[in-house]
Nanobody, 123 residues
Framework: QVQLVESGGGLVQAGGDLRLSCAAS????????MGWFRQAPGKEREFVAG????????NYADSVKGRFTISRVNAKNTVYLQMNSLSPEDTAVYYC????????????????WGQGTQVTVSS
C-alpha cells in the first residue's frame, strides 16, 4: 500500500516557476515507477512526466519537454516536478501516481494516486 500527498501548487504568473512535491508513505516506494499527471477543467487527465523506480529513466509529454523536470529521492520517499517557464495552458490540478514497474503515459497502469494540487498560471 502506498499513500501519496502532493504539495507545492499555487498561483504563479506566466513565465514563473514552481516545484511540486509528492510525499509517499510505505516502505516499498523505491520499487514503484512514479508519474505526474494533470487535469484541466473540462479536459481529460493527461500524462506530464514519469520516472523509473531507480530514477535513471524519465519520459515527458511533448508539451512540457525542456520546461519540466521530474526527479525522485527514494531515501526521502519523495518525487518532484520542477516546472519552469509556466504558461496559462499549464493551469490544472496536478496528480502524482505510483505504478508497479510502470512510469509511462497510461493512467490505468498506475496503482495509487494522490489527491492533487492546484496550479494556476495567470497571464
Amino acid at each position: 500500500q502506498v499513500q501519496l500527498v502532493e504539495s507545492g501548487g499555487g498561483l504563479v504568473q506566466a513565465g514563473g516557476d514552481l516545484r511540486l512535491s509528492c510525499a509517499a508513505s510505505g516502505r516499498t516506494f523505491s520499487m514503484y515507477g512514479m508519474g505526474w499527471f494533470r487535469q484541466a477543467p473540462g479536459k481529460e487527465r493527461e500524462f506530464v512526466a514519469g520516472i523509473r523506480w531507480s530514477g535513471g529513466y524519465t519520459n515527458y509529454a511533448d508539451s512540457v519537454k525542456g520546461r519540466f523536470t521530474i526527479s525522485r529521492v527514494n531515501a526521502k520517499n519523495t518525487v518532484y516536478l520542477q516546472m519552469n517557464s509556466l504558461s496559462p495552458e499549464d493551469t490544472a490540478v496536478y496528480y502524482c501516481a505510483a505504478g508497479n514497474s510502470y512510469y509511462g503515459p497510461f493512467p490505468n497502469r498506475y496503482d495509487y494516486w494522490g489527491q492533487g494540487t492546484q496550479v494556476t498560471v495567470s497571464s
